[in-house]
């Protein structure tokens, strides 16, 4: 094991490496904008830049301070522009006596520039022995060593929304990538807190990563007026991000700093650069925010970081949904008072009763307790009441998840899953007009995610907007070929309009991806639709055998047999769905299949048990 002094100078080393890396691609882009030989005259094109109290205008060859012009002679002037033009970077002797001070001249040229960085150290207020501003490297030279900015003019446009591209991970360990991506959807959350800035989920932003793309591109693509990108490396429990503001679309560099801190302390580094790009945005920070940001707490580093696994591998729902739910369970036990992990652990659980994979009593059930949990730690945490929403859906509690999904909404506005979900429940409550502000609420927060714009597709068709379905559901096969939900829904709305051959192609390509037996129970429907009766039969009975080994839910049964009009079969299933409480039960009310049956009391019957009709 290393001790603690072995541990800094391999974090130390490893960093300088990579920070580096990253400053020369950000001294690149800031050469870009100030970079000019002083002597040319270049320079006067370039854009004032400003540092601490300091304000250095080119053009009009002044320093300021605080907006008040500070006497500089000529040559510590120039000094100070070559060094602005390579911040960070070693400016040789020999290269100031060469721009400053023409060969022909006969001056002690020691002696000169030494008075000339003597005057301008006054002038900035600096010390030799503890420089702020300027560093001297012993018979070298100097390096302006202060972060550098733009100053920017009342005239240029506001920044009221953003994207953290993924943080890039140092050094480049592979075992480490879940620990980026925790991170960068850490600082995604937490900026989403400041209720003037609408900042782009994880899902669009992360299929930037690794893409080489102009950056303004990417913020038009995305609809932002500004990026952050940045890097994140953690040695044992130290981390140390390194982030820079770039306002689009011309690439104008504001803003790079670094903010180290201890694992236990990730959650107040995450709010200190929240706050920092807050202040470089000129957002006004209400008392509200405010007090979202600074609400942080030391969180123990293992709990954290099987945290960090379990929202990784939720992302990657529904193939790693066990890895997750193991993680978010390690996480609890580390420390038993992390509301957010209760919370993750409890999306999770929803899920499995959402995607077919297992009953309520596996699934939703225990996941409105661990909800409930996460809201006995922490009643303010939106997730939390997102989760207990999502789960009461499935007791057919509507009410009171809808009053749920508001909370959320109300303590963060920009958390999108509580949009899309809530949007989800006011659709199978069949208020569709209000179904569709919500979830397009969530894709204009995550524009490119797949999820949201087929469940966009899914309100369509259960309005029996079948044209409008299918063009979104293709829409979204566009941003993700594999994606499950779109190939469903197509196929499901390609059907209704007796498309049937085409239904029956999507609904096997969603198969491929949409884990559990529910796929095989769409196709089934889709041949009995297409009049392909012995097909669905077969169907019909592979479904029975399979309900020996697994999970499968009764309400997929009840669809094919109302597909083939076999009217009490399908009903008697439906009973056996509401018992059993089948997660796609909550669609009974808005599903077309079941259409012929809306004036069948025992269809009414069962509709009244679970609510539907007081709502």
Not at 168 to 188: C, K, R, S, V, W
Not at 557 to 582: K, M, P
């Amino acid at each position: 094991m290393f001790g603690s002094i072995a541990w800094s100078c391999l974090f130390s080393v490893l960093w300088i490496s990579g920070y580096e890396d990253f400053q020369s691609r950000g001294r690149a882009k800031l050469a870009r904008n100030f970079g000019a030989d002083v002597t040319s005259g270049a320079h006067l094109g370039r854009p004032p830049v400003r540092f601490g109290f300091f304000e250095v205008d080119f053009k009009a060859g002044e320093l300021r301070k605080q907006g008040c012009r500070v006497k500089l002679q000529d040559q510590p002037f120039q000094i100070l522009m070559i060094l602005l033009q390579q911040p960070g970077e070693l400016i040789s002797r020999e290269e100031l006596r060469q721009k400053i001070w023409p060969a022909d001249t006969f001056v002690d040229f020691d002696q000169g520039l030494n008075n000339a960085i003597k005057r301008l150290r006054e002038a900035l207020g600096d010390d030799a022995e503890r420089p702020k501003y300027i560093e001297t490297v012993p018979k070298r030279g100097y390096r302006f060593v202060e972060k550098l900015e733009l100053a920017r003019s009342g005239s240029v446009k506001s920044i009221r929304s953003l994207a953290v591209l993924p943080l890039e991970n140092l050094p480049h360990d592979a075992e480490q990538e879940y620990f980026a991506e925790g991170m960068t959807e850490a600082l995604i959350t937490t900026l989403a807190k400041i209720g003037e800035l609408r900042v782009i989920s994880r899902t669009s932003v992360m299929q930037y990563k690794g893409v080489r793309k102009p950056l303004s591109e990417i913020a038009r693509e995305l609809g932002v007026d500004a990026i952050v990108e940045g890097t994140v490396l953690r040695v044992a429990d130290r981390v140390r991000i390194t982030a820079q503001l770039i306002d689009t679309p011309i690439e104008t560099h504001l803003w790079v700093e670094s903010y180290e801190r201890d694992m236990r302390d990730i959650l107040a580094l995450q709010s200190e650069v929240a706050q920092a790009i807050a202040r470089e945005i000129r957002i006004k920070l209400t008392p509200v925010d405010e007090a979202r940001l600074a609400k942080t707490q030391a969180v123990d580093p293992e709990a954290y970081e099987a945290y960090l696994k379990g929202r990784y591998y939720l992302n990657r729902r529904p193939a790693n949904l066990a890895d997750a739910i193991k993680c978010f369970e390690q996480a609890t036990a580390k420390d038993s008072s992390y509301a957010a992990a209760y919370a993750g652990w409890a999306d999770c659980l929803t899920y499995l009763t959402a995607y077919g994979i297992s009953p309520p009593t596996e699934g939703s059930d225990k996941a409105k307790r661990l909800a409930q949990r996460a809201l006995e730690i922490d009643n303010s945490l939106a997730e939390a009441h997102a989760a207990l929403a999502f789960a009461t859906i499935y007791e057919y509690d509507f009410l009171s998840a809808e009053r749920e999904f508001e909370r959320a909404i109300e303590l963060d506005p920009h958390y999108a899953p509580a949009h899309v979900i809530f949007g989800v429940l006011l659709g199978v409550m069949g208020r569709y007009e209000e179904a569709y502000t919500e979830v397009q609420r969530a894709i204009r927060l995550d524009p490119r995610s797949s999820v949201f714009n087929a469940v966009l597709g899914y309100v369509y068709l259960y309005a029996h907007r079948y044209e409008q379905a299918i063009e979104q559901c293709r829409k979204t096969l566009e941003l993700d070929p594999n994606s499950a939900g779109a190939w469903a829904f197509l196929g499901w709305a390609q059907s209704c309009i007796s498309l049937h051959d085409s239904a029956i192609d999507s609904l096997q390509r969603a198969s491929k991806y949409w884990p559990g037996a529910s796929p095989i129970a769409w196709l089934g429907e889709a041949y009995a639709t297409a009049g392909r009766q012995g097909e669905a039969q077969k169907i019909l009975d592979q479904l029975r055998e399979l309900s020996k080994e697994r999970y499968v839910t009764p309400y997929g049964i009840a669809r094919i047999y109302a597909a083939l009009r076999q009217t009490d079969e399908a009903l008697e299933w439906l009973e056996t769905a509401y018992v059993q409480r089948a997660n796609s039960m909550v669609y009974l009310k808005i599903d077309p299949v079941f259409d012929y049956l809306r004036s069948d009391v025992r269809l009414q019957d069962i509709m009244r048990r679970m609510n539907f009709l007081t709502t």
